[in-house]
C-alpha cells in the first residue's frame, strides 16, 4: 500500500529562521550596490514564494524588475517573489481613490520546499488590500500584514477558502513576535502607508532575477544575493536536534496517536483522539479487540494573516476658569507584634520492617513413570532430592489481531477549501470468523466532513456526531460475521479547511 500514501512536505527558512520574525518598520528599501553581495550560486537559490496580490474590483498592480515602465497586471494576480528581498509595487485604479497610487511594501522571508511532484505554485499566500486599508494609508496611518504559515496542529476550526484566508486582527499592546510563534512561521510582512514612489524610483529599488510575473516558467539568477537581516534563530534541543520543518505543511491523519486506544473497566472505547482511525471487533473467542490503521500525511498548507495598524492620533483639551480645594488628612498607626517560639521534641518510637520471600523451596518424592507398548511396561524411579528455584510471574500470550485496516486518500497536496476522498479498507486476515466490526474515525480539525459523501459496500449503520475538535466523529457499525479472508471498503469525502 506504498503508492497510496502521501508524501511529506518541508518548509524551507534559507531566507529567515524557523518560526522567528524581525519588525522592520522602515520607509523605503534601498537596493545594495551590486557588489555588496556576492551572485547566489544556483543550488543555494530557495523556492519562491507565491503571493496572490488581491484587493477591490478593478485594482491594478504594477511590478517592477529594473524596467521604469513596469508590468501592470489586474488584480487578483499571482506572482512568485524570492526569500530574501524587499519589494515595491503600485496599485492603482482603486475604487473610491481613483486617482492616489499606493506604493507597498512587501518583505519576503521565507517559503516552502516540497516533496514529490508537488510545486509551490499551487498552494499562493492571499494578500488582500481592503477599503478600509487604503482609507487609513491615506490619512497618514501604517497598516502592517503578516503571513503566517499556520502549523497544523495550531490550526483554528474555521473554515476559510484559500482566496480569503482568515484575518486575525492584534491588539495594539501585543507582541507580535510571539503571536507569530504561537501560530507558525511567519514568510512575508506587508507594509502599507509609505510615501508613494515614482516608476523611477520603483524601478530603482527593484532587483532584477527576484520576481516571476504571471505567466512565465523560470527566472534568471538574482544580480545580488539575499540581504534583508533577521536576529531570530530556530530552537534546537541537544539531544532530537532541530525541530522538523515539515509540521508547518504537513497535516497527519489515522493511526492511533496521543492516548492509546483501548477499552475501560465498563467495556467502553477510551483514547480515540482528534485524526484516530480505529476498528473493533470480536474475535473468534468472544473477546473484543482493537486494532489502530495506518498514519497517512497530506500536504495541506493554511496561511493566515496578523493585522496591526498604527493611526494617526488627536487629543482635545478644554480649560475653563474654575477651583478645586481637597483636603487629606493623615493618620499613622503602629502596631507591635512580639516574637513567639514553640518546640515540639520528636522522638523515633518505632520501627518495622517486613522482608518478602524470594523463593520457594519444595522436596520432590519418590515418582514412577511407566509406558506400555504392547505387553511390555518399563518403569524408572527418582531419588529424594531438595530443589530451590524461583517462580516467575505469569505472562499472557499476545493477543491475535487478525483484523486490519488500511486508509489513503485521493491526493498528496490540496488548498484550503479544496475536498479530499478518503478510503478505508478493512480485512480479516485470520483463520477464524470475526463479528461486531465497528470502524470509527475522529476527524482533526482541519477537516470538515461532507453529509451524505460516505459509502459502504455492506449493510451498514452510520453515525455522525460533533467531536472535542470542532468536527465529526465519523462511526460505521457492522452486523453480522466478516469471514476469514473477507474484506469491505468505506468511501467518505472531508473539505480543507
Known amino acids: 500500500m506504498q503508492g497510496r500514501r502521501a508524501l511529506p512536505a518541508w518548509l524551507l527558512t534559507g531566507a529567515a529562521a524557523l518560526g522567528a520574525w524581525t519588525s522592520l518598520a522602515h520607509a523605503q528599501f534601498t537596493a545594495p550596490p551590486p557588489t555588496a553581495v556576492a551572485p547566489m550560486a544556483a543550488a543555494h537559490q530557495p523556492p519562491l514564494l507565491y503571493l496572490r496580490l488581491a484587493g477591490p474590483a478593478g485594482m491594478k498592480v504594477t511590478l517592477y524588475r529594473g524596467d521604469p515602465s513596469g508590468t501592470t497586471f489586474e488584480a487578483p494576480c499571482v506572482v512568485g517573489f524570492r526569500p530574501g528581498y524587499g519589494y515595491r509595487v503600485a496599485l492603482s485604479n482603486i475604487e473610491g481613490f481613483p486617482a492616489a497610487i499606493f506604493c507597498p511594501t512587501i518583505d519576503v522571508r521565507g517559503s516552502m520546499w516540497l516533496t514529490g511532484q508537488l510545486r509551490n505554485a499551487d498552494f499562493p499566500a492571499t494578500v488582500t488590500f481592503r477599503a478600509d486599508d487604503f482609507t487609513k494609508a491615506e490619512q497618514g496611518g501604517l497598516v502592517k500584514k503578516i503571513v503566517v504559515l499556520e502549523r497544523p496542529d495550531l490550526a483554528t476550526p474555521r473554515a476559510a477558502p484559500a482566496d480569503s484566508p482568515i484575518e486575525i486582527p492584534l491588539p495594539p499592546a501585543s507582541n507580535e513576535q510571539q503571536e507569530v510563534q504561537a501560530r507558525g512561521a511567519a514568510v512575508a510582512v506587508v507594509h502599507l502607508g509609505q510615501r508613494a514612489l515614482t516608476p523611477a ?65 465498563a467495556g467502553q472505547l477510551r483514547g480515540l483522539d482528534p485524526s484516530d482511525t480505529v476498528a473493533e471487533y470480536t474475535d473468534a473467542k468472544g473477546r473484543p479487540r482493537v486494532v489502530p490503521s495506518n498514519r497517512v500525511a497530506l500536504c495541506v498548507p493554511r496561511f493566515v494573516i496578523l493585522k496591526s495598524d498604527i493611526g494617526v492620533g488627536t487629543q482635545t483639551v478644554a480649560l475653563a476658569p474654575g477651583s478645586a480645594h481637597a483636603l487629606v488628612g493623615r493618620r499613622v498607626m503602629n ?33 514412577a513413570t511407566g509406558q506400555i507398548n504392547g505387553l511390555e511396561m518399563t518403569t524408572t524411579q527418582r531419588t529424594t532430592d531438595t530443589l530451590d528455584g524461583s517462580c516467575p510471574p505469569p505472562t499472557s500470550p499476545t493477543p491475535e489481531r487478525p483484523l486490519r485496516i488500511i486508509k489513503w486518500p485521493d491526493k498528496k497536496g490540496c488548498n484550503v477549501g479544496e475536498m479530499v476522498t478518503f478510503t478505508l479498507e478493512y480485512t480479516n ?32 449503520r452510520f453515525t455522525s456526531q460533533p467531536n472535542e475538535a470542532g468536527s465529526s466523529l465519523l462511526r460505521w457499525e457492522f452486523p453480522g460475521v466478516l469471514a476469514a479472508g473477507d474484506s469491505g471498503t468505506i468511501t467518505f469525502q472531508v473539505r480543507i479547511r
Open 201 to 265: 524610483e520603483l524601478a530603482e529599488v527593484a532587483i532584477p532575477g527576484t520576481v516571476l510575473l504571471p505567466g512565465e516558467k523560470a527566472l534568471p539568477r538574482p544580480r545580488v544575493g539575499p540581504w534583508l537581516p533577521w536576529t531570530c534563530y530556530p530552537l534546537y534541543d541537544p539531544r532530537v536536534g532541530p525541530e522538523s520543518p515539515e509540521g508547518f505543511v504537513t497535516l497527519y491523519d489515522g493511526g492511533d496517536s496521543g492516548l492509546r486506544a483501548g477499552y475501560d473497566r
Open 335 to 367: 502596631s507591635r507584634l512580639p516574637f513567639l517560639e514553640h518546640t515540639q521534641p520528636v522522638h523515633l518510637e518505632s520501627a518495622a520492617t517486613r522482608l518478602k520471600p524470594s523463593g520457594t523451596q519444595f522436596t520432590a518424592a519418590v515418582a
Open 429 to 460: 486476515q485470520g483463520s477464524q470468523p470475526i463479528t461486531n466490526v465497528v470502524v470509527s474515525d475522529n476527524l482533526t480539525t482541519r477537516f470538515e466532513y461532507i453529509p451524505g459523501s460516505q459509502n459502504t459496500d455492506r449493510e451498514v
